[in-house]
């Protein structure tokens, strides 16, 4: 998952804004359920081209916005994430 960086992520990276450092995602951020039940090879997949649509932390539906070079993902509790 994502955590708090400085600097600019690499290509293909997240960096989430405003949540704590070093806390783990408890839900796939793609589809939303569990993230240590089932099989979430096509989400590990999928999010090598989309933006997270579920938060990993509280399985929120995020505000997701979409430009031609980058994202962004906004959980209303646990705030921002953008590459």
Do not use: N, Y
């Amino acid at each position: 998952m994502s955590s708090d960086t400085t600097g600019p992520a690499p290509p293909g990276t997240s960096t989430r804004v405003g949540a704590p450092a070093g806390t783990a995602a408890f839900w796939c951020d793609r589809c939303g359920t569990p993230a240590g039940e089932g099989d979430h090879t096509a989400c590990r997949a999928a999010r090598q081209w989309e933006p997270p649509r579920h938060c990993g932390h509280c399985r929120r539906r995020m505000k997701v916005q979409v430009l031609p070079i980058s994202w962004a993902a906004v959980c209303v509790e646990h705030g921002e994430t953008r590459a």
